[in-house]
DNA sequence: CAAAATCAATTAAACGTTTGTTTAGTTTTA
DNA sequence: TAAAACTAAACAAACGTTTAATTGATTTTG
């Protein structure tokens, strides 16, 4: 295990400057000069306390995920609702999650892409890794009590539903003048794309998971 | 409708390296130079020939999507099929097309990814739009001979496939690694990702779309 | 018909910009 | 006073694009 990093207010301030650039324009998009400057801070303090741009991407990434592994294993562990209530649970949170925080996530998704070994790829595999056992748990608890079936694809479950909620954030532009709703306000329009999604992706593992 | 261009010797050799170059290694990891070379031309052909990367890219992605949009077009018109049998077809073809050419796709998700209104959006916008109209009247069709149901949410359907193929091909090393199949040959584990998908979206699909 | 002019094709080299990073100091802190 | 924090400036590499000159072929002209 890793032990725990103490941050200086600076770094801290580089961190959050970091997070909020990289999810507004990207990781290319967001220069470490911009970056410094959201963070009012000198560009070399960046080399100088991360070493370089990708390690301070690392730095930001860890942070996030964290709270990630805990949300999921916390609703796991709960003992107050139903397996397949658990999964609609975790479908709602990782919707949510994906839409407010989009930018970040497509950085994700692009990090994946590339077929090098990066360190970031090597956190959001581990991160995945974890977060699949627990829900392999959570299937397994609903095969148990009869609620759920046998023979459950869970990573190409989990695939469709990363799948979809990405690919659906990836066309909303297109997804948007489809329907007309070029006009409509942000806002308005997640709340629209949120519930049909969640709609969408429930009735799907209903059909995936469940005895009828 | 565009007037069809006519190529010279080297702007099709031109043509053929970018292809070959942006399916390895992105847009932005094939640079100018290496298409020059590739194609055995001097750099600044490009940017006579095409006027920037950019239009380059353009002329790539228009040669390649009149082909899809012909097979597709073709499958619907099919009459000695049936619609189930074309929606499996159509989800064979798709993931076989992905797969194949992986990194020519990625570059479509990551031109998406852009909020962007870049010309290859729009040329991918105009693509996909036309072959969702082509699958509506498809399920249309199955819906008539009661083959399917009624109240199908054809765009988040195709979100789900085009969704948990892109999913699938980029997470693939994740993939890799948890059944241990990093040893395996690239052909061989094609296959597998080929043959695994596709069974897990035509049954998605069939739960989905027809009557039991 | 041959010479001259015109135009597209082609090239090597340079341009200008942006990028992440390092250097070589200076200031602050303990 | 020594180490850490911090800074302005320079650095080096890569990129897409443009320039200016040359070649080759085709057309115009005398």
Redesign the interface.
Known sequence: MRPEIEFSEKQVAIIQAAEKLFAEHGF?GASVRDIAQEADVNVAMISYYFGSKEKLMEAVFEKKSNATRLKVENLIADKTISPLQKVYVLIDDYVDKFIHQQEFH?IM??E??I?K?TPI?AL??EL??RN?ESIKTLIAEGQKTGEFKRNI?V??MM??M???????I??Q???K??NNMEHMEEMEFQRHMRK??ST?LKN?FK??ITNE
Do not use: E, P
């Open positions: 290319d497509k998704l692009r994946q892409m077929n070994h790829a959001i595999h995945k890794k699949l694809d990573i190409l695939t469709t990363v799948g979809t909620v990405s690919q659906m990836t066309s532009h297109f997804y003048t489809l049909r999604l969408h799907l059909k995936m």
